[in-house]
C-alpha cells in the first residue's frame, strides 16, 4: 500500500505560479499511474491531469492545458504538478491519486481508477 502527501499549496495572486509535490511512502511510483485530482467548494472532485506510469504519457483537462506541467521524478518517489497563469478558478483543493498498473502507457481519467488518495492541499487563488 502507497501513502500519499501532498505540499505546496497556497495563497498566490491572479498570474501567478504554484508547484505542486506529491511524494510516496510505502512504496515507490515505479509501479503506479497517477493524477491529479481537484474540488472547489460546492463541485466535483475533477481530473486536472494524469500521467501514466513510464511518465511518458500525460493528460490534461482543457480548462489547464498550457498552464499545468504534470511530471514524474521515480528517483526521488515524487509527483509534481507545476501551475502557471494560475486564475482565480483554479483554487480548489488538490488531491494526488495513485492506481497500481502494470501497463506503462495507460493513463486513469476517472475517479473509481484510483486506489489510493493524498489528503489534499489548498490552493488559492486571488484576483
Known amino acids: 500500500q502507497v501513502q500519499l502527501v501532498e505540499s505546496g499549496g497556497g495563497l498566490v495572486q491572479a498570474g501567478g505560479s504554484l508547484r505542486l509535490s506529491c511524494a510516496a511512502s510505502?512504496?515507490?511510483?515505479?509501479?503506479?499511474?497517477l493524477g491529479w485530482f481537484r474540488q472547489a467548494p460546492g463541485k466535483e472532485r475533477e481530473l486536472v491531469a494524469a500521467?501514466?506510469?513510464?511518465?511518458?504519457?500525460?493528460y490534461y483537462a482543457d480548462s489547464v492545458k498550457g498552464r499545468f506541467t504534470f511530471s514524474k521524478n521515480n528517483a526521488e518517489n515524487t509527483v509534481y504538478l507545476q501551475m502557471n497563469s494560475l486564475k482565480p478558478e483554479d483554487t480548489a483543493v488538490y488531491y494526488c491519486?495513485?492506481?497500481?498498473?502494470?501497463?506503462?502507457?495507460?493513463?486513469?481519467?476517472?475517479?473509481?481508477?484510483?486506489?489510493?488518495w493524498g489528503q489534499g492541499t489548498q490552493v488559492t487563488v486571488s484576483s
Open positions: 500521467i501514466s506510469l513510464s511518465g511518458g504519457s500525460t
Open positions: 491519486a495513485a492506481r497500481l498498473t502494470l501497463s506503462g502507457r495507460t493513463m486513469y481519467l476517472t475517479r473509481p481508477e484510483y486506489d489510493y
Open positions: 510505502g512504496r515507490t511510483f515505479s509501479s503506479y499511474a
